[in-house]
């Protein structure tokens, strides 16, 4: 029997166990192939790299794409890693990690909190990026790389390049703003099938 289950109300059933249902339907309507929502630590950034790998692989997922896919989900967990790391009791640790596909092209997301005086700097970093054409974003990496890489600003702006670089597209962003103190950070990359 088939069921069509878009067409079931997520909220016909309150119970305890009634978020599940929903939750499923949102990552289904959505494409989502993976999420992770948590504290990002060097053993489930080894695991989940692990988990992806397996999963693009076994989808059948061009190699060249899956590479892109994977090395794209490397450095998006290496930043939100850096942030976890913070010594401020204050500091929410918790990050979220999607990765959906639509067609011949992956979507990988972070969102993760961020300190509210960086987001203009953020905002305005990868703006330049985006504006910038492939030869330049290489160009840049290289400087900073040499020049810059002592903070941990200079190494999020170097894990924001390199995803640019090996997404080749612009990237999306969104800061939402939790309280004086925090907003809360999302970045998206797309990989494409078509651009490689």
């Known amino acids: 029997m088939n069921i069509d289950i878009l067409s079931i109300n997520r909220y016909k059933t309150p119970n305890p166990m009634g978020f599940l ?9 959505n494409n989502i192939i993976f999420q992770f929502n948590g504290i990002v630590t060097s053993d489930l950034v080894v695991s989940v ?38 010594d401020d009791p204050k500091f929410d640790p ?25 987001c203009n700097e953020i905002s305005s970093f990868i703006d330049s990026i985006n504006a910038m054409d492939t030869a330049s974003i290489k160009s840049y ?24 670089r090996k997404s080749r597209q612009t990237l999306a962003y969104d800061f939402e703003n939790v309280n004086d103190t925090y907003s809360f950070f999302s970045l998206e990359a797309k990989i494409s099938a078509n651009l490689l």
Request: aromatic share 10%.
């Open 21 to 29: 249902y929903p939750c499923y339907r949102e990552m289904f309507e």
């Open 49 to 86: 790299l692990k988990i992806m790998g397996d999963m693009l692989e076994d989808n059948g997922a061009d190699r060249k794409v899956s590479k892109k896919v994977f090395n794209v989900m490397v450095e998006c967990f290496q930043g939100v890693y850096q942030e976890v790391e913070k």
């Open 94 to 118: 918790t990050a979220i990690l999607l990765v959906k596909k639509l067609g011949v092209v992956y979507y990988v997301s972070t969102g993760r909190f961020i300190e509210t005086s960086l």
């Open 141 to 164: 990496y290289k400087e900073l790389l040499v020049s810059e890489l002592n903070s941990s600003a200079n190494l999020t702006k170097l894990g924001i390049i390199d995803i640019a």
